[in-house]
């Protein structure tokens, strides 16, 4: 069976950041370690004033097309997945191809083109189309193209303004993939629920403490439902598992509940057992509520455990490295975990090929999906080409008072004026609106 995934990736970070502990949290009256420690965030990214989902996704795929040696002819497919639109009809995705079309010769009018929407689960879901599309045998040989692009931006004063964050993923989907090969098992965890919308709205409405449990709750089911065609899961399945990455604090509470679920009636639970007994069975309660309870204190210990910390620091820290610095990309958060993990492998030089990801993607309203990943011979090659170190290292450092400015030149509600922090070189750039109130872009040299 000819396998499909994806063949490289690139990354466009917002080229603006606001530091956490520095900036935002003396502003807020705030102790620092709230965001660092709490939310495990150091910094957030923002767009400038020229940047916008468009830009940053076009910046990141026209990198991809320009290191593989791409033209449109070879594209027979781009998804674009956001849930930070601004058109109710006419998708990003040919905005994107609208760009890129003008920095070469051809055109992608024989490519597929759509939208994805399913809040921060849309780029995964894109994945899954790309995937199909090509073991279907419509791509004629060609690619996929799947970019993942937001905005993420939060009412000033809401709890969610410190996770706030900007910045594409463009991923390149092929058959015999350079980087990491899809598996065909996938589980889903999916329920109707409100825990973040966007009713007709510029930010979300959020109830965050039913945002957690949602999301863990979808997780487990994903995991339950994945495990039914794929097998049981162990901790040792894995070299790496990246999760939507909201902020790093969540991410904390949703590797104990994988980990002990996959811990259950094996020899590692046996081996803790000594320490903090058998994990809680729901026979042994009277009601639901006193075995919540029990579990909760029982992870509570689990999570202080050498077993747990080890696993922990070599399978889910690593996932951390970029989320940590630009805050929550929305659609694109778990495709930078994944990034942050091969990255943190490469410069660790370990042999990686063959080896499996156990990836676990989350979008609220609310679906979980959980596949795996084969990381493939080239994928350390293919790792290396990104710069997104530099691009973090590179970003305006903005005050408080200019980051309000940021904000307010990004929020759809409101219309002002911004003079730009950074200098565009060699990149899409929005440049207004046309006739129709369309938005407008250009590439500058």
Request: charged share 30%.
């Amino acid at each position: 069976m000819t396998a499909v995934g994806i063949d490289a990736i690139e990354i466009w970070t917002g080229k603006l950041k606001l530091d956490l502990a520095e900036t935002f949290a003396p502003e807020k009256g705030e102790d620092p370690e709230k965001y660092t420690k709490g939310l495990g965030l150091h910094a957030s990214s923002f767009p400038d004033a020229h940047e916008d989902i468009v830009t940053m996704g076009a910046n990141a795929a026209h990198r991809l097309m320009e290191r593989k040696g791409l033209t449109p002819d070879d594209v027979g497919r781009i998804d674009v997945a956001t849930e930070s639109a601004f058109d109710n009809s006419k998708p990003v995705s040919t905005y994107i191809a609208g760009c890129l079309e003008s920095v070469y010769d051809e055109d992608f009018h024989h490519a597929n083109k759509g939208e994805r929407k399913f809040a921060c689960i849309a780029g995964t879901q894109s994945l899954d189309d790309a995937y199909n599309w090509i073991k279907a045998g419509r791509h004629r040989g060609r690619a996929a193209l799947v970019v993942a692009t937001d905005t993420a931006l939060y009412a000033r004063g809401d709890p969610g303004e410190a996770t706030q964050g900007a910045g594409a993923v463009a991923m390149l989907i092929t058959e015999e993939p350079s980087l990491v090969e899809l598996s065909t098992e996938q589980g889903y965890g999916s329920a109707d629920e409100t825990d973040f919308l966007k009713p007709n709205q510029q930010f979300p409405s959020v109830d965050g403490k039913r945002s957690m449990q949602v999301y863990l709750a979808r997780m487990r089911e994903a995991l339950e439902d994945y495990e039914s065609v794929a097998g049981a899961s162990h901790p040792d399945d894995f070299a790496y598992v990246p999760f939507h990455t909201p902020f790093p604090g969540m991410v904390r509470k949703a590797a104990v509940l994988a980990y002990r679920h996959m811990i259950r009636d094996t020899p590692i639970e046996e081996a803790l057992a000594d320490d903090i007994g058998f994990q809680p069975r729901e026979d042994d309660y009277e009601d639901r509520e006193a075995y919540e309870e029990a579990i909760r204190d029982h992870m509570d210990e689990l999570k202080s455990t050498d077993a747990y910390r080890e696993w922990y620091d070599a399978t889910i820290e690593p996932t951390l490295d970029i989320s940590r610095e630009v805050g929550n990309w929305y659609t694109g958060s778990v495709h930078i975990a994944r990034a942050a993990a091969l990255r943190r492998a490469a410069d660790e030089d370990l042999e990686l090929a063959g080896q499996r990801l156990g990836v676990g993607s989350y979008g609220s309203g609310a679906q979980a999906e959980i596949h795996a990943e084969t990381v493939a011979d080239g994928w350390r090659e293919e790792i290396d080409q990104l710069n997104v170190a530099e691009q973090i290292e590179d970003r305006y450092d903005l005050s408080f008072a200019e980051y309000e400015k940021v904000h307010d030149r990004h929020n759809h509600d409101k219309s002002i004026e911004l003079e730009e922090f950074t200098v565009p070189e060699a990149e899409f750039v929005f440049t207004g609106r046309g006739r129709m109130n369309e938005r407008t872009y250009e590439y500058v040299e």
